[in-house]
Structures are given as C-alpha cells and as structure tokens.
C-alpha cells in the first residue's frame, strides 16, 4: 500500500519568500506529525495534528510558521518569511492514532538562499 | 537542553560482529522508548521499541536493553550486516504532550 509521501522532495527559496510543504499521510491514519531536522541535529517535534486539530504546536519555532490539515488527511506546512536558518529536512509522519508507530515520508529538503 | 542524547555520532562495525548503540536520557517523565533507523534520503522507519515496565526486549537480531536506574538504553544488533548501515535515532514520547524527542542519530557502517 502507499506510504506517508511529501511534495516537493527539493525546495529552494530565497529569503524572505514564502513556502508551502505538503503531506500526505497513510489513509486511515488520524495522528500525523511534522519534524524538522537540521544539520548534524536529531529530528525537531514541530506539531501534531489529531484529524483536523492541532492539540500540540509547541514545537513551531516562531509565529513564521503554521500548519494546517483538511478532511483529516492532507496537511500542509507553510513558513512566512523563511530565514536562512529555515533550512533543513521537513519530515512528516503519520500514525493510526496516538502513541502507535509512526510511519515517515522521504522529508522535504528546504535550502533558503 | 538535549533530553536524549546520543553521545556517539558514528560506529564502525565489522559484519557479523555486535553493534552496540547507546542512548542517554536526562528526563524521568518518559516510559517507552523507539528506536528508528533511517537511511539517506528515505525517512525514518521504526525497528524496535521497549515499555519502562521492561528491561529487555528483542527482535530476531535487535536486542534493545533499558537501565532506568542509569537513564540509559542501547540498541544490540548480532550479527551486523552491512545492510544495518544507516543512522540509527532512539527516541521516546514526553508524559502529559504529543511530542516526541529525537536523539542527534548515530551512524553505524557495518564493513563487509
């Protein structure tokens, strides 16, 4: 069956312009989180989304970024204004509910300029 | 402040050798641990994971060993192949969130 996939596979910005990153989870799958992993960092949690809500965005580093899911399925991560500092591997996972393994996608890679 | 640590950034191994993989944890409010393994360009996949109320659990040839008393787990594989190759992360979710803390990865090469 399909796995958890991500759009685009490859980013490149230029600072200060705005990007959309997009998941799309195992169907079926209600928990989906959002990873961030930097160079020579472990993954970052970023936010986690039960169906459509998002109980947990402690993990957003700054009011630059957001998140959003529709229908339960789809979720997109968009970063306003993107800093240098932005760049990094945006990962995506998805579970069948909280607390059961999660399965990632192949990540974003973002490159701000 | 890195509430799991992996203090080894890389291990060599030769195959069909034991690999030892360690993780340090500096909060007591988790209870389970993963361990996933990630190989370039793909996503983390999980491995193998062990409840608190646990000091061992294995897996064909993953063996992970939990010493609460030390806040140290490790991750056995006997024997390495070299298809183990991969960053290897341990993880754990925090009591009373959703969020999951990450270790900084260890990256094993088993050599043929």
């Known amino acids: 069956g399909a796995g958890v996939s991500q759009s685009p596979s490859n980013k490149v910005t230029e600072k200060g312009k705005d990007v959309e990153l997009r998941c799309d989870p195992i169907s079926g799958h209600t928990a989906l989180y959002w990873y961030r992993q930097s160079l020579g960092q472990g993954l970052e949690f970023l936010i986690y989304?039960?169906?459509?809500?998002?109980?947990?965005k402690s993990g957003l580093p700054s009011d630059r970024f957001s998140a959003e899911r529709t229908g339960g399925s789809v979720s997109t991560l968009t970063i306003q204004r993107t800093q240098q500092e932005d760049s990094a591997v945006y990962l995506c996972?998805?579970?069948?509910?909280?607390?059961?393994?999660?399965?990632f996608g192949p990540g974003t890679r973002l490159t701000v300029l | 402040d890195q509430q799991v640590k992996q203090n080894s950034p890389s291990l060599s191994v030769q195959e069909g050798r034991i690999s030892i993989l360690n993780c340090d944890y500096t909060?007591?409010?988790?209870?389970?641990f993963l361990w996933y393994k990630k190989y370039p360009a793909e996503g983390p996949t999980f491995l193998i994971s062990?409840?608190?109320?646990?000091d061992k659990n294995e897996d064909g040839r993953f063996t992970v060993f939990l010493n609460k008393s030390a806040k140290h787990l490790s991750l056995h594989i006997v024997p390495s192949q070299p298809g183990d190759s991969a960053v290897y992360f341990c993880?754990?979710?925090?009591?009373?969130?959703?969020?999951?803390?990450f270790g900084t990865g260890t990256r094993l090469k088993v050599l043929a």
């Open positions: 989304f039960q169906g459509n809500s998002a109980p947990d």
């Open positions: 993880a754990a979710p925090l009591l009373g969130t959703y969020k999951y803390i």
């Open positions: 909060n007591s409010m988790f209870d389970y």
């Open positions: 062990i409840s608190s109320i646990k």
């Open positions: 996972a998805s579970s069948l509910a909280r607390d059961n393994e999660q399965f």
